[in-house]
């Protein structure tokens, strides 16, 4: 039986040749052709005045929040429901994250709850576009602007999706995207960070390259930083990607469409309901499963894989989980964030690799009912 992936790029001889010529010609005083383009393209894109392309989105919140100064004794607001490389950076600089619910409908960061843990010590809040989805980022934007605390966008998920016609990738300070393999957009593994502060984009530089002064050949550094830097070869697979973006957003959004037609009508749980001031770029179709009794989604994803469908377990919040259960943090936040605790234990992923055709997502709808229906 061919099973059906959970997620998978779209790679075509454009995709090839790029990279073809990028190992062939990159080299020598052509070195930094394809990252100079990819980056001025995606500033271009995201109607942003700088661009760095980076080898993870991981390394791009770490580089934000060293370039903002974050450290021991602050404080850094993170949705509690997200994937752990959102969080983990606010580890390495030494701050400590505070774990915010969830706004029960977007399933991203809860402008009440984010308001709410605001003290004298927070510094940051890193906002995540969640699988595609935005929260309400007028009113996010607005407390952070009140309060004086910096605005980071995880926006890894979510290329292409729009909050009231804006794209993501526009809405922090910082903003930062992923090319891993699983996402809409990939470059194998990779990130791009985005800003329009030029003292910022200074430090990031210096930062990202070994404490190096932009322009240094005598090796004469000024700090000790990191070496945070992408591949000729990742950045012409990702000149070729952005030339798709709008085709391979509308793909994701067709996915999501058959979904919507294949569960039309099914009571045993629900997708994304949409909001008007969203378009979302569904990188993930989700499912939540309703009813009084929901199936665990560990069990949902066993009945699945049984029938050939991969399939992910939405984020348990990270106030759950082993690397942060003990903190008092997560102590406070299991205690207090209802709807992460409420909707993460019922969702699911559904298949929604690029290349899915509609019948794979006919015999994943049919795999969904008969699991959670039949109970097995
Ligand atoms: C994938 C992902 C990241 C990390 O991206 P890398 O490129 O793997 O570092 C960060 N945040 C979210 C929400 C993600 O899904």
């Given amino acids: 039986m061919k099973n059906i992936p959970v997620a ?35 500033e271009v894109y995201c ?110 998920e979510s290329i292409g999706s729009r909050w009231r016609g804006r794209l993501a990738g526009g809405f922090g300070v910082f903003s930062a995207f992923s090319f891993h393999g699983s996402k809409t957009l990939t470059t194998g593994e990779g990130g791009m960070l985005l800003l329009d502060d030029d003292r910022l984009h200074d430090r990031v530089m210096r930062l990202r390259d070994h404490g190096r002064k932009p322009g240094d050949v005598q090796f004469l550094n000024e700090e000790v930083g990191w070496k945070y830097k992408m591949s000729s070869m990742q950045a012409a697979l990702g000149i070729a990607q952005l030339e798709r973006v709008a085709e391979l957003v509308e793909a994701k959004r067709r996915i999501f469409g058959w979904y919507q037609y294949g569960l039309a009508g099914w009571s045993g749980g629900s997708l994304k309901a949409d909001h008007p001031d969203l378009c979302n770029s569904h990188w993930m179709t989700t499912v939540i499963l309703k009813g009084s009794d929901p199936m665990p989604k560990a069990e949902l994803i066993a009945g699945l894989r049984k029938r050939g469908v991969e399939a992910r377990p939405f984020f348990s919040p990270l106030s759950s989980i082993p690397a942060f259960k003990a903190s008092e943090q997560a102590a406070a936040a299991r205690a207090r964030n209802v709807n992460a605790y409420a909707i993460t234990p019922f969702g699911v992923n559904l298949p929604s690799a690029l290349g899915l055709t509609e019948g794979d997502v006919e015999t994943v709808c049919s795999a969904l009912r008969q699991v959670v229906d039949g109970g097995t």
């Fill in 8 to 42: 998978g790029p779209s790679i075509t001889q454009k995709e090839i040749d790029y990279v073809t010529e990028a190992v062939a010609t990159a080299w020598y005083e052509g070195a930094n052709r394809f990252n100079d383009r990819f980056e001025r393209d995606f």
């Fill in 47 to 156: 109607g942003r005045r700088h661009a760095v392309a980076l080898p993870s989105c991981t390394s791009g919140l770490h580089l934000s929040l060293l370039a903002l100064e974050i450290g021991p004794g602050d404080e850094v607001i993170v949705p509690d429901a997200t994937w752990i490389a959102s969080v983990a950076p606010v580890v390495y600089v030494g701050a400590t994250p505070v774990f915010a619910d969830m706004d029960r409908d977007s399933w991203c960061l809860s402008p009440e709850a984010f308001e709410a843990l605001i003290t004298p010590r927070t510094k940051a809040t890193i906002v995540v576009n969640l699988y595609g989805s935005m929260p309400d980022w007028d009113a996010i934007t607005a407390i952070a602007q009140k309060h004086g605390v910096a605005l980071i966008e995880d926006a890894a």
